[in-house]
Nanobody
Framework: QVQLQESGGGLVQAGGSLTVSCAAS????????MGWFRQAPGKEREFVAS????????FYADSVKGRFTISRDSAENTVYLRLNSLTPEDTAVYYC??????????????????????WGQGTRVTVSS
């Protein structure tokens, strides 16, 4: 079974930057499509960004486009999310996710949690004003 471990969350001032990382274990010989969702206090979990298994295509929520960048290690199932120009509205628990058995990522399905098979425990990002 795939396990996802996030790291890199923390407290940052508005306007600052942060990088969160996620490493997948429990899978060998297969590269996974991976992504990030987030859940702010009192809100539903929402899509942030995702990247195909080969890193050729990325998808972003409109709210983070131009500020966040998703990337991945070319050889490993490790994904990074660079968060720039942070605002207090970005405060949330950021969850890593991946697809092992599901469909290929497309612009139509990337934003739905049901597209993904496994989830990490989350890493908290707090942006102070």
């Amino acid at each position: 079974q795939v396990q996802l471990q996030e790291s890199g969350g923390g407290l940052v001032q508005a306007g600052g930057s942060l990088t969160v990382s996620c490493a997948a274990s429990g899978v060998t010989g297969t590269r996974l499509a991976m992504g990030w969702f987030r859940q702010a206090p009192g809100k539903e979990r929402e899509f942030v960004a995702s990247i195909t298994w080969n890193g050729d295509t990325t998808f972003y929520a409109d709210s983070v486009k131009g500020r966040f960048t998703i990337s991945r290690d070319s050889a490993e199932n490790t994904v990074y999310l660079r968060l720039n120009s942070l605002t207090p509205e970005d405060t949330a628990v950021y969850y890593c996710t991946c697809i092992q058995w599901g469909p290929a990522l497309t612009n139509e399905n990337a934003k739905y949690a049901r597209t993904y098979d496994y989830w990490g425990q989350g890493t908290r990002v707090t942006v102070s004003s």
